[in-house]
């Protein structure tokens, strides 16, 4: 057969090729070189010294910035480290160890289920496994997450408490959330008064176009819709800055930043003020931030359009996947998808396990397998979705 004659041919090329994790390539690194000779002044806006203790909340001027990007008023984020993700694992253990506004007991003291869209970020889902919460899977649509599945578990449910959101460009898929989702994420009855939307903003100022998705603001219309406390907002600039340097953000109402400040106080006497001066002085404003962004999609959006190139050149009648408007990953749909990877893995071609992006790592139908494309050199992504669509190939034809 064809198919396994290119395949046996690809093997014995001998590539090490990586698509595994979503990370910023090195030129995108070398974006933000400027900012290891910053800040020029220790000073922040309201004369402190950023190299003291203080401010558990963050500079103002750094939440100021970001205000906008991630739809919260600058009173109400929170700077984090380099990690949003290990704020959102906070939050997890505060609200199992301490009581959330609104919540009768702690979240370790009763069963906790948290649902979660799919296909999904397989790090959200790897934190409730971690502390034993219950995952129910919820199917994702073009619009966003099935709101007829959802307002029916939260109405029914009050064991669930949480539910994972990755609202603009998903991961994996790239969908951004239609403003009818997020109302009705908004305004749906909850059994339980402390459930919570866990809203990973992650990807709002990352566009690949000049005309990006528009996101409705989930925390003013909870609010509109008297659920104020309903949603925890997190960002960062993991991929907009230095990955290993950047600074993250929470930001939620009045009473769920004073709660998330009553466990942080016990964990830090003050942030990295020297770090977010440096982002400060880097980025300046909001016009600073999208000029920057705008570098990166110039380094990274040839590269989704290599991978869509030679996947329907390749692919197409077999296999389906998206095309986002921003982000940084494409889902890709293909019958027997574990074995695809388990192929690609033979033929040096590494990639996330195909069920990654489901609970437990497990994808029901086996069908879905999340594409990277930052990281490689152009040369190198078109040498492994070339890979990727032999093995496709030799597992289905």
Known sequence: MTAQRDYEALVSRGLKLDLTRGKPSPRQLDLSN??????????????TDGRNYGNLQGLTELRELFAGPLQVPAEQLVVGGNSSL???????????????PGAERRWVEQEVTFLCPVPGYDRHFGVCERYGIKMVPVPMTAEGPDMDVVERLVAE?????????VPKYSNPSGITYS?????????????????????????????????????????????????????????STSKVTLAGGGVSFFGSSPANVEWFLSHTVKQSIG??????????????????LAAHMRRHAELIQPKFEVVDRVLTKELAGLAGWTAPKGGYFISLEVPRASEVVAKAKAAGIALTPAGATYPYGKD????TIRI????????????????????AKAVNC
């Not at 400027?34 to 004369?47: C, I, Q, V």
């Not at 290990?86 to 959330?100: E, K, N, S």
């Not at 449910?157 to 959101?165: I, R």
Request: one cysteine or more; aromatic letters at 8%.
């Open 271 to 288: 942030p990295d003020k020297i770090n977010q001066l440096r982002h400060v002085e880097f980025l300046r404003d909001e016009a600073g």
């Open 372 to 391: 990277a494309p930052t990281y490689p050199d152009l040369d190198e992504l078109e040498q492994a979705i070339q890979g990727l669509a032999i093995c």
């Open 179 to 235: 403003e009818e989702v997020v109302r009705r994420l908004a305004s749906m009855p909850a059994a339980a008064p402390d459930f919570r939307i866990f809203w990973d903003n992650a990807y709002a100022v990352h566009h690949l176009t000049d005309r990006p998705d528009e996101l409705a603001d989930l925390l003013r219309l909870c609010r509109e819709y008297g659920n104020a406390d309903r949603v925890f907002v997190y960002g």
């Open 157 to 165: 449910d009050a064991s669930v408490k949480g539910m994972w959101c």
């Open 86 to 100: 290990a704020l959102m694992h906070d939050t997890v253990v505060f609200a199992l160890l301490g009581r959330v």
């Open 34 to 47: 400027e900012m290891l000779k910053l800040p020029t002044s220790y000073k922040a806006a309201d004369g």
């Open 364 to 367: 029901p139908d086996d069908r």
